[in-house]
């Protein structure tokens, strides 16, 4: 099962529809990695050492985006957009650059000025989605991509059965988070807006378990 919500009420447009076709397959990418790490490990030898949880939460996501890249591939076709992993900054500050998950370019054509789509992903946490809206919102544009569109894609995973009120929650939960990531003073954005959310129920094995995966998109300003 899946639910969704558009977050705003009314019609849902364009741009709602196509953000909502990039949740579906965020979800599907978080699926195909949650699968592929239970048949990999299925009778598989313990492993000598334990990795430190950051560590692992970190691998894990890794996994995701490799996943997600590669499922998005004919929905940045459509778009007519090219797609880069591991979108570098290069701003001349020394050590490693910043960097984006994924980003989406578009080119300028007649009436409109060429387009990046920054794309960062990852576990849900209040804390991360703030982090990540400072961080994205101060990276520099390219000349030929003027137009920049900063997107924060973040999902949990829950042991529980997806229903209509646990969703519901879900979602007022991260609007409130929204709103007060908005309200803080100091930063360098003007707004963190919560665009959609989606329920999926996720693969499991166990007897009468459940899982279900929440997502959500967010747009920084």
């Known amino acids: 099962m899946r639910l969704r919500s558009y977050v705003v009420k009314g019609a849902p447009t364009a741009d709602k529809k196509s953000l909502d076709e990039l ?44 996943a997600f890249q590669r499922l998005i591939r004919h929905w940045v076709e459509r778009q007519e957009r090219i797609s880069i992993w591991e979108r570098p900054f290069y701003t001349g500050v020394p050590g490693a650059p910043q ?60 042991p529980n059965r997806l229903d209509e009120t646990g969703f519901r929650t879900w979602t007022a939960a991260r609007a409130s988070d929204a709103a007060a990531a908005s309200a803080l003073a100091g930063t360098p954005y003007a707004s963190v807006d919560l665009l959609i959310t989606s329920g999926l129920d996720l693969f499991v094995t166990g007897h009468k378990r459940h899982r279900s995966l929440m997502a959500a998109v967010f747009e920084v300003q």
């Open 23 to 66: 949740i579906t397959l965020l979800q599907a990418a978080v699926a195909v990695a949650n699968t592929e790490r239970w048949a990999v490990g299925l009778n598989a030898d313990p492993s000598p050492i334990t990795l430190p949880k950051p560590l692992r939460t970190a691998a894990y996501e890794v996994t995701v985006v490799d």
């Open 99 to 158: 960097r984006v998950d994924i980003a989406l370019f578009k080119a300028a054509s007649a009436g409109s000025l060429g387009e990046e789509w920054r794309l960062e992903l990852g576990g849900y946490s209040t804390a991360k989605l703030k982090k990540e809206a400072r961080r994205i919102v101060g990276l520099p544009a390219e000349a030929s991509y003027p137009s920049v569109r900063n997107l924060i894609l973040l999902w949990n995973e829950l």
